[in-house]
């Protein structure tokens, strides 16, 4: 049956049902007044006997329908309309509840993302990462023999592997433009144990990583692309690896495969420069191995243990007290992260925060409308309604409520994750922003149960009041005490959790704002960096390499629009070296000695990236020459470690520490360097946080082999960047230059996370805070609708119309007291928390709580003003009428 | 009122079943049929007499037409099917052995009172 002609037959059903018991009712009409009765008692007889008609219609409707099944369009066409005509009240639940959910839905995605456990080869939780510990508690890698006897003897492993994290690797004599990758050295079965396969070509087979093997290698997908225009000939291509090595292309990795972070290049292990296979204790290289089903990381950590154990007694020399470090791919790179620093975590907290700040607006919203509806339900209980007819109608309504909502929430979250992902993809290429399907579940559970539960409790106790009862109040639209109570404790914890936030926000905020306002202190406009790499074949000693660097300025200074040259082992905002302090004028300045951070820099690094020396002078031609060693400090430094008294002429002494990056030993330099200040920097950040004590030292000093070049000049990055490339093919037509990126764009990322991550804090809070204010809102103006026959009657008996605001002003203060009671304490462990890991602001920053307070008592303020004020503007007269 | 328990569940159905096998007859008859018959015993309120037919039209034991009446006016008049026609007979059958079962039970209890 169509529709319509099933609607036709409602209809006519509906007009027959109407005219049989109209005729029942006018016989027995007929019969009284035959019996003698007037027509008017013997009507009013039968409805006292019979019951309504309404009633009686009902119970036949309930007879013809075949199922329950049947009202559920109607149901459902009643609740649309119902939802329709409460608009307000539906546009404000709906929002509410869609932007808290989507706010929770994309912080969970990014915070999932972050985790990285989403690596892009079959089942990452499943790949283990060795490394070991020594008696010092030192992290280092895993050396070549102890790799094999561990391969050999380790019964756990469903296949083992090494790797070398290389750093760049520049590639070129295949006809085009030298250019530098990140690389990573293999062994010959890493991408069996990843259960990886090249996309073309082939995997690496363990002949070509034997020592002296022909030299092979396989390049990522996005090299393929732009290098080698995606063409199917590049296996069997000869390409050079650091200017030398001819290698041979043998594979091409899927899309989107960089093992192990940004690599875009693999080689094997046999072809690292300076590889040995020999020495135990040069551990350089990590392993990874996986683990079949059935076991777990403790059994390996058990079986390697007991490995290790027997290799310390075998080599003592090398192996005394070597353990283990067994970590899965997700521990080792976020689990030390996550727990040290939360603010990975505060947005998902925040996120939850507002979840349940909106849940319990919501709540409010519906206990409120419950009360209001209790005539509405009185109605349909009195026309033949039954109980679980109304519950189910209620139901149907919040069911729609969540639905919608969650729809809303669901369009958000994909318009936030298409925006995010942009931003996002260049910085980290294992962050999968994506829809989860489990957390959309759980999302549209936590949506039904807010407006499941909260809309039908009230409902409940409705219906179970008698008919009479409920017309009778009904007109009154009470609220139990037991309403009003849950009401206020679910505004105060709403308020509670708003103060926390905000509090967050605020100091997350602040703290921000004042990292990056040292960014005024460089000069970014028209700057553009590069890495260059001179290979130690070509370039083996300082002089070669400040000789190459001198003709590189030479020949670009001579280019017309390049301003300025200048080289330096960190950029502005790029993350800087490390060395340990190991004394300030003769003198340790901490016991265990500080590391502090170093970029070696070449003397026009001062003029033209800096916005000059706050005090002293920048490096001169001889500085860094022997007799000549000196080094400039920046302030953050000049203040811990200098105390009072001028920095120039202090002398430091400056040595590399121990390890500089896991699993690679470097070997500790024996000698300290003595150096003496001759000048103080402005604070620069190098990396996402505040500026660090920074110690810059002659490039002449050391002429380091990979630097980062920084050119000034008109016309455009592009056009500057293919001048510099010029200039360094001219001199050298193997060398490569790395990515090109402008320093405001370096700027910009440094800043990217953690300021997306503080924005999203703030805007987090923010909602909060409207959320807060808009459920007080509805609250107190839901307050005056039911009392206003009340307080109709005491202004009649002289009331003011401050006694009447007051009323309902009083009910907000215990709600805003209530909420700093509560709130208070949580935003104090909230700001302690983010001391600990990384706002590094005085968590007792009682300005900033004062000034959350006193926010958050405006809006308290102004939500309830508003309709306090509606009360008072009540004409008594008219109001009592008001039912 | 009187409540509709006062007649044995399912009763009332074929009570309505027994009416309606003597003629096509409208609501009102059928109510006013069951209080003549039983001497004001059974009274059905609207409330119960016309759920139970339209169960019963729905449930295809009784048919209903729509004729002209004694009053000038329409009304609908319920006749039984075939189907309703050996199913009163099946219910009447089943009603007779169940209350002179009744009455043997409850025999001795009465007789000792």
Redesign the interface.
């Known amino acids: 049956m169509t529709w319509w002609r099933r609607l036709l037959r409602r209809r006519a059903l509906e007009r027959?049902?109407d005219?049989?018991?109209r005729?029942?009712?006018?016989?027995?009409v007929?019969e009284g007044v035959r019996a003698g009765e007037s027509e008017a008692d013997a009507r009013r007889q039968i409805r006292l006997?019979?019951?309504g008609l309404d009633?009686?219609k009902e119970?036949?409707r309930?007879?013809?329908r075949p199922a329950a099944l049947a009202d559920l369009g109607a149901d459902l066409r009643f609740a649309w309309r119902i939802l329709a005509k409460d608009r307000w009240f539906t546009a404000g639940a709906i929002l509410t509840l869609a932007l808290a959910m989507g706010v929770a839905n994309t912080t969970f995605i990014g915070t999932y993302a972050n985790l990285w456990r989403d690596l892009p080869f079959e089942r990452p939780e499943r790949v283990a990462i060795v490394r070991t510990v020594d008696g010092r508690g030192r992290v280092a890698g895993v050396s070549y023999p102890d790799f094999e006897d561990w391969r050999r003897d380790a019964r756990v492993f469903d296949g083992m592997a090494a790797a070398f994290t290389s750093g760049t690797i520049s590639l070129g004599r295949d006809g085009a433009v030298p250019e530098q990758f990140d690389g990573l050295y293999v062994s010959a079965d890493t991408f069996t144990v990843l259960r990886v396969k090249p996309a073309l070509g082939r995997d690496f087979l363990a002949s070509d990583d034997r020592p002296g093997a022909e030299a092979v290698a396989i390049i990522g997908s996005n090299i393929w692309k732009s290098r080698y225009g995606a063409s199917r000939d590049v296996l069997g291509r000869k390409v050079s690896v650091n200017g030398t090595t001819p290698a041979t292309i043998i594979g091409v990795m899927p899309d989107g495969f960089h093992y192990v972070d940004f690599t875009d290049v693999w080689l094997p292990l046999s072809q690292m420069p300076g590889s040995t296979r020999q020495r135990r204790d040069v551990r350089a290289l990590y392993m990874i191995g996986r683990l079949p089903d059935g076991i777990d990381l403790d059994r390996v950590r058990a079986e390697l243990s007991r490995i290790a154990t027997n290799l310390s007694v075998m080599h003592p020399e090398t192996n005394k007290d070597v353990r283990p470090l067994v970590n899965s791919h997700y521990e080792a790179y976020n689990g030390g992260l996550l727990l040290t620093d939360s603010l990975t975590l505060m947005p998902l907290l925040a996120a939850a925060f507002v979840l349940l700040i909106a849940s319990a607006n919501l709540a409010n919203l519906l206990l409120a409308r419950a009360a209001n509806r209790s005539r509405e339900i009185a109605i349909r209980v009195a026309i033949g309604a039954t109980r679980w007819r109304i519950v189910r109608q209620l139901l149907i309504e919040s069911l729609l409520l969540a639905l919608v909502a969650w729809v809303l929430a669901v369009g958000f979250s994909w318009l936030a994750l298409k925006l995010s992902t942009s931003q996002v993809d260049p910085l980290l290429p294992y962050w999968r922003l994506k829809m989860d399907v489990r957390l959309l579940g759980f999302l549209a559970a936590v949506a039904l149960l807010t407006t499941g539960l909260f809309g039908l409790a009230p409902a409940l106790y409705a219906s179970r009041r008698g008919t009479a009862d409920g017309l009778k109040e009904g007109g009154r639209l009470s609220a139990t005490p037991k309403t009003r109570r849950w009401s206020h404790a679910l505004l105060v914890g709403q308020f509670a959790l708003t103060l926390a936030l905000l509090n967050g926000a605020g100091l997350t905020a602040k703290t921000f704002y004042k990292f990056y306002r040292l960014d005024r202190n460089v000069q970014t406009s028209d700057a553009v960096t590069t890495f260059v790499r001179l290979p130690p074949q070509t370039y083996a000693t300082p002089e070669q390499r400040v000789a190459f660097h001198q003709q590189m300025r030479d020949r670009l200074l001579a280019v017309p629009g390049i301003a300025t040259s200048t080289v330096a082992t960190a950029a502005p905002f790029a993350s800087a070296g490390r060395r340990r302090l190991t004394a300030v004028d003769g003198r340790p300045p901490s016991d265990p000695p500080p590391d502090v951070r170093t970029v070696v820099v070449d003397r026009e690094y001062f003029h033209t990236v800096v916005r000059g020396l706050i005090l002293g002078e920048s490096f001169s031609e001889w500085n860094g020459t022997a007799g000549h060693e000196a080094a400039i400090v920046n302030q953050r430094f000049a203040d811990v470690y200098l105390g009072a008294g001028s920095p120039i002429g202090r002398h430091l002494e400056l040595r590399p520490p121990a390890t500089v990056r896991i699993g690679v030993v470097v070997e500790e330099s024996p000698q300290p360097t003595p150096v003496t200040i001759i000048g103080v920097s402005p604070d620069i950040r190098q990396g996402p946080g505040d500026a660090v004590p920074t110690v810059y030292l002659p490039f002449r000093a050391e002429a380091p082999a990979g630097v980062t070049l920084i050119v000034r000049g008109s016309g455009g990055p592009a056009r500057v960047m293919s001048a510099a490339r010029e200039a360094a093919n001219a001199i050298d037509p193997d060398l490569a230059l790395g990515v090109v990126r402008t320093l405001d764009e370096l700027r910009d990322r440094s800043r990217g996370i953690p300021a997306g991550m503080a924005s999203q804090f703030a805007k987090i809070g923010g909602l909060a805070l409207v959320f807060s204010g808009m459920g007080l809102y509805s609250a107190i103006a839901y307050a005056v609708r039911r009392r206003t026959q009340e307080i109709a009657i005491r202004m009649a008996l002289g009331a003011t119309a401050t006694h009447v605001r007051w009323l309902f002003l009083k009910t907000s203060a215990w709600v805003v007291v209530g909420g700093l009671a509560v709130g208070l304490p949580a935003s104090l462990a909230v700001g302690h928390q983010l001391q600990l890991n990384v706002v590094r602001a005085d968590s007792r920053d009682s300005l900033m709580l004062l000034a959350m307070v006193a926010v958050l008592a405006i809006v308290a303020l102004v939500a309830s003003i508003v309709p306090a004020r509606r009360a008072t503007r009540l004409e008594p007269a008219t109001a009592l009428r008001i039912d | 009122?009187p409540d509709k328990s006062d007649l044995p569940q399912g009763t009332l159905d074929l009570l309505i079943l027994q009416v309606v096998a003597g003629g096509a007859i409208?609501?009102?008859g059928i109510?006013q049929r069951l209080q003549l018959i039983s001497r004001d015993v059974v009274q059905v309120?609207?409330?119960s007499l016309?759920?139970a037919l339209?169960?019963l039209e729905?449930r295809g034991l009784l048919t209903a037409d729509?004729k002209m009446?004694d009053?000038g006016?329409?009304?609908?008049f319920y006749r039984l099917t075939p189907r309703g026609r050996s199913e009163l007979k099946e219910q009447a059958a089943s009603w007779v052995r169940l209350t002179e079962a009744i009455g043997l039970i409850l025999k001795p209890a009465g007789g000792a009172r």
């Open positions: 027959e049902l005219a049989e018991l005729d029942h009712i006018e016989r027995e007929a006997t019979s019951g009633q009686v119970a036949c309930d007879v013809r | 009122m409208h609501g009102y109510a309120p609207q409330g016309y759920p339209h169960r729905n729509w009446s009053t006016r329409e009304a609908k």
